[in-house]
């Protein structure tokens, strides 16, 4: 009997939803279907990485980049606006082709909003059933939930009920009839780790403030003695060195190497997107988060964290070395239940 083929498009906005989807591929591999993965830019590239023998498939790029202040964060996310819908519409016939001549059977689309077939099954991937936009917030969500309506089936990486990672993103008092929890996904595995490192940054997100924070904490601990690591999420490019000798400084690691790292490591200093947040529970990792500047989902659930006692957090432009001290009063990540049983989950990629 023939393998279904399934489509994993994935929208390249940081590493995240890249990252998040290599427990998806994995699952698809190990249930017995042919997989393909569409995606553009650094998301492409680091997939490519993960799955060589893959067959990749671009689609094309919704451009999107923050500003360099919180401020404008907004505003410069409206002027992309029209940016965005001109891909969906290319990626809607993108999808159209790719379906024709790879004879495709589903597809599962991490967040991007034209990846989708009326004719094979079709599913959406998302932790924000509510995206919070200050106060645009009821109006970002119904466009959000309108789009997420188009879909087959939409899949909630978290669980439902009181115990959960995504507080009111995921989880609203009336749920569609087309929503289904995963359960968190993470690409990590935890095993004891000889410990190697006091503090392992990890970088991620959009430019220009990825390599705004990186140029921040690398002044903050030029002087440390501590033993820290850089993880800077950048796939190719020049590497860059540090004069303190305790400062390890890596442009990019695969999953098995980052998972080393982390367990490695007292504490995850990183952003609090979402794929972290999963990964720093599937480890159960202490951490200290520092959200980008602007985006309400990161100021959110890194405050969520720190009022549950689980992780502090401070603006960017405050950190300092002294800040780390809070951690002390943290429990730091526990295991929420990761066990999704995807047989069920991909029945419906099997129904004629």
């Not at 991490?110 to 059933?129: A, E, M, P, W, Y």
């Not at 109006?139 to 959960?164: A, M, R, V």
């Not at 239940?337 to 995807?342: A, E, G, L, M, P």
Request: charged letters at 25%; hydrophobic letters at 40%; one cysteine or more.
């Amino acid at each position: 009997m023939q393998k279904k083929r399934i489509l994993v498009a994935v929208l390249n906005w940081g590493l995240g939803h890249a990252t998040r989807s290599i427990s998806i591929i994995n699952e698809l591999l190990n249930h017995n279907f042919e997989v393909f993965i569409a995606s553009d830019g650094v998301a492409l590239q680091l997939l490519q990485k993960e799955f060589p023998d893959i067959k990749c498939l671009e689609l094309p790029s919704y451009n999107i980049s923050y500003s360099k202040s919180a401020s404008s964060f907004k505003w410069k996310l409206f002027t992309e606006t029209p940016g965005i819908l001109r891909a969906i519409r290319l990626e809607k016939k993108a999808i159209k082709e790719f379906v024709d001549e790879y004879n495709l059977n589903g597809i599962i689309s991490d967040n991007r909003f034209g990846c989708r077939h009326t004719k094979i099954t079709s599913v959406f991937i998302t932790h924000q059933l509510n995206v919070l936009s200050g106060n645009t917030t009821y109006l970002s969500s119904k466009l959000h939930q309108k789009y997420i309506s188009k879909f087959d089936e939409c899949w909630i990486p978290d669980t439902p009920g009181s115990k959960n990672l995504s507080g009111i993103m995921g989880h609203l008092k009336e749920m569609p009839e087309n929503v289904k929890y995963l359960g968190p996904l993470s690409r990590f595995n935890k095993f004891r780790g000889q410990k190697r490192y006091d503090f392992a940054v990890v970088l991620s997100g959009p430019e220009p403030q990825r390599t705004m924070l990186e140029e921040k904490l690398l002044v903050t601990f030029q002087n440390s003695d501590k033993k820290i690591v850089f993880i800077r999420g950048i796939i190719g490019g020049e590497s860059i060195t540090s004069l303190n000798k305790s400062l390890e400084i890596i442009n990019y690691l695969t999953f098995k190497e980052l998972e080393e790292v982390i367990l490695s490591s007292e504490i995850i200093i990183c952003r609090p997107g979402y794929t972290s947040i999963m990964d720093l529970a599937k480890l159960e990792k202490k951490a200290f988060f520092i959200p980008t500047p602007g985006q309400y989902e990161q100021e959110y659930l890194a405050e969520r964290f720190m009022k549950l006692g689980i992780a502090p957090f401070c603006k960017q432009e405050k950190f300092e070395i002294s800040k780390l001290e809070d951690l002390r009063d943290f429990s730091g990540f526990s295991n929420l239940n990761f066990r999704s049983n995807f047989g069920d989950i991909f029945a419906l990629f099997q129904r004629e």
